[in-house]
Antibody, heavy 121, light 112 residues
């Protein structure tokens, strides 16, 4: 069973960089699939942030592209998100998920439990 | 990449059927058969219910079905049960500016 677990600071100051890591178990990232980040502001809908392939190839939401970096560490079987110059509008629950594009379907089939990140001084 | 359009809320009584619509453009919903639907209970992560317009993952009840016509996709839940009360989100693959995903704003389903 594929499992994902987000980790990182729950509080980030405005203008600083938000950093999160997603640890994957039950599947080797090196074996394939894209791996993505999705966020959900409190009481609002879902927003795709970006996705990465095990080779390091990335796709980012154009609205966030200038501030987002997603990287992968296959030796630790994990991938990471950095979002720079954060503001209160970046306060959200951040989810990591397996992005199945091209692998028997186009969807996010496994999700982490999510982690709330609050941007506040 | 603009969000897909869903009704804010729908409701139905136990045993009834409801349909949630999801409207996009020819760059997303209308351009690909890659629409998925997610169920989200309060405080929980989204759960995949339908993928590639009409396919159900293993373990998802056959009371859930999906379809698409033009730029609008639909999720139908038949035989409504109390545990179906949740938020539902549609999503579509898009390549309008970068190959990625766009989500709908979500629909709150209330089982009366």
């Amino acid at each position: 069973q594929v499992q994902l677990q987000e980790s990182g600071p729950g509080l980030v100051k405005p203008s600083e960089t938000l950093s999160l890591t997603c640890a994957v178990s039950g599947y080797s990232i090196s074996s394939g699939y894209y791996w993505g980040w999705i966020r959900q502001p409190p009481g609002k809908g879902l927003e795709w942030i970006g996705s990465i392939y095990h080779s390091g190839s990335t796709y980012y939401n154009p609205s966030l592209k200038s501030r987002v970096t997603i990287s992968v560490d296959t030796s630790k079987n994990q991938f990471s998100l950095k979002l720079s110059s954060v503001t209160a509008a970046d306060t959200a629950v951040y989810y990591c998920a397996r992005d199945k594009r091209g692998y028997s379907g186009y969807d996010f089939d496994y999700w982490g439990q999510g982690t709330l990140v609050t941007v506040s001084s | 990449q603009s969000a897909l359009t869903q009704p804010a809320s729908v409701s139905g009584s136990p045993g009834q059927s409801i349909t949630i619509s999801c409207t996009g453009t020819s760059s997303d919903v209308g351009g690909y058969n890659y629409v998925s639907w997610y169920q989200q209970h309060p405080g929980k992560a989204p759960k995949l219910m339908i993928y590639d317009v009409s396919n159900r993952p293993s373990g998802v009840s056959n009371r859930f079905s999906g379809s698409k016509s033009g730029n609008t996709a639909s999720l139908t839940i038949s035989g409504l049960q109390a545990e179906d009360e949740a938020d539902y989100y549609c999503s579509s693959y898009t390549s309008s500016s970068t190959p990625g995903w766009v989500f709908g704003g979500g629909t709150k389903l209330t089982v009366l």
